[in-house]
C-alpha cells in the first residue's frame, strides 16, 4: 500500500506563494508517475503537474509559467511551488502515485489551499 501525506496548504493572500509537500516511502518518487490534483466542490479532479520517472514534467495551462514540480529523493517528498496565486487557484490539493505498470493510483488525504483576493 502506498501512502501519500500532504501538507503546506493554508490561506494566502492573491499574488503570494505556497509551497506544497506530499511525503510517501521507499522507492515510489522514482518509480511511478508522481503528480498533483486539485479539486473544488461540485467540479471534477483536474491535473495540476506530473513528474515521470525520467524527470519529464507537465503542467496545467492554468499554473503554467508560476508552478515547479520537484521531488527530494533522499525525504521521498515531493513538492509543488506555487506562484502568483490568484482567487482561482482555491482548492484541495491532492498527491498522486501513478502505477504504470498496474494501471493504478493512490492519492494522499489532500491539503486545502484558499486564496483570498
Known amino acids: 500500500q502506498v501512502q501519500l501525506v500532504e501538507s503546506g496548504g493554508g490561506l494566502v493572500q492573491s499574488g503570494g506563494s505556497l509551497k506544497l509537500s506530499c511525503t510517501t516511502h521507499?522507492?515510489?518518487?522514482?518509480?511511478?508517475?508522481m503528480g498533483w490534483y486539485r479539486q473544488v466542490p461540485g467540479k471534477q479532479r483536474e491535473l495540476v503537474a506530473r513528474?515521470?520517472?525520467?524527470?519529464?514534467?507537465h503542467y496545467a495551462d492554468s499554473v503554467n509559467g508560476r508552478s515547479t514540480i520537484s521531488i527530494d529523493f533522499a525525504k521521498s517528498t515531493l513538492y509543488l511551488d506555487l506562484h502568483q496565486l490568484k482567487p482561482e487557484d482555491t482548492a484541495d490539493y491532492y498527491c498522486?502515485?501513478?502505477?504504470?505498470?498496474?494501471?493504478?493510483?493512490?492519492w494522499g488525504q489532500g491539503t486545502q489551499v484558499i486564496v483570498s483576493s
Open positions: 521507499r522507492n515510489i518518487p522514482s518509480m511511478y508517475i
Open positions: 513528474r515521470t520517472p525520467d524527470g519529464s514534467t
Open positions: 498522486n502515485a501513478h502505477d504504470s505498470a498496474l494501471s493504478r493510483d493512490y
